[in-house]
């Protein structure tokens, strides 16, 4: 058995993470995960629970393929919890594919940074163990340096979700500024109207009234 610890901060506010934890994958910094599909949704005292089943691709030597076999697409189960009010969102991933042999189980966990307010603290563990297959030890050391690329790769891919998000909320924003000068700008045009046939049938008025006098 094999246990891979590691912490990173994220220059983000836990909400902005969090949100785009969920718009993860696919993204082109980490091509292994191919697909998520959620299973389950259901909201309990608050805290939001989502089971997804994931589908990702595991590049094996082929000497371990012919160990374990080969499969063209991997599937895992992720269970996640988010607590808006404690502002923890945990995420357990366990391999399905494999299973027999392998044992994956992965836990993250992304929280406020303890000091640094306006950061985000990921906490990410991973255990691996290999049985029932020659060289599991081996195996174990392969995938393991596998997680720890990969959630460097994953780090990437979650910065590059949350600079699309930006971009599109700079984007929602302008689009709402213009919109609101346009308002503005139409319901000033529509005032000037106003204002001009009211000053037209003033005198108008003003004019008859006058006829009438005389």
Same mark, same amino acid.
């Given at each position: ?81 988010? #607590? ?39 906490? %990410? ?5 290999? %049985? ?19 959630? +460097?790769?994953?780090? %990437? ?13 700079? +984007? ?8 609101? #000068? ?33």
């Amino acid at each position: 058995m094999k246990i891979w610890t590691s912490e990173h901060t994220f220059n983000h506010p836990w909400e902005t993470v969090t949100q785009a934890a969920w718009r993860k994958y696919p993204n082109p910094m980490n091509q292994g995960v191919i697909g998520t599909d959620v299973v389950d949704r259901k909201v309990v005292d608050g805290v939001l629970h989502t089971h997804r089943l994931v589908s990702s691709k595991w590049y094996f030597p082929k000497w371990a393929q012919k160990l374990i076999g080969a499969a063209n697409v991997c599937y895992a189960s992720e269970k996640s919890t988010v #607590d808006p009010t404690s502002r923890v969102m945990m995420l357990r991933t366990i391999n399905l594919t494999f299973c027999k042999f392998i044992s994956l189980d992965e836990v993250l966990y992304y929280t406020p940074h303890p000091v640094e307010p306006g950061k985000t603290l990921l906490k %990410q563990e991973a255990t691996v163990t290999v %049985q029932g297959v020659p060289l599991s030890h081996y195996m174990e050391e392969i995938l393991t340096s596998k997680i720890s690329f990969n959630a +460097g790769k994953g780090r %990437q891919g979650l910065e590059w979700v949350i600079g699309r998000l930006n971009s599109e909320m700079k +984007g929602i924003a302008e689009s709402a500024c213009k919109s609101t #000068d346009e308002i503005i700008t139409q319901t000033k045009k529509s005032l000037d109207d106003i204002t001009v046939t009211a000053r037209k049938n003033m005198d108008e008025l003003s004019s008859a009234t006058s006829n009438i006098h005389l």
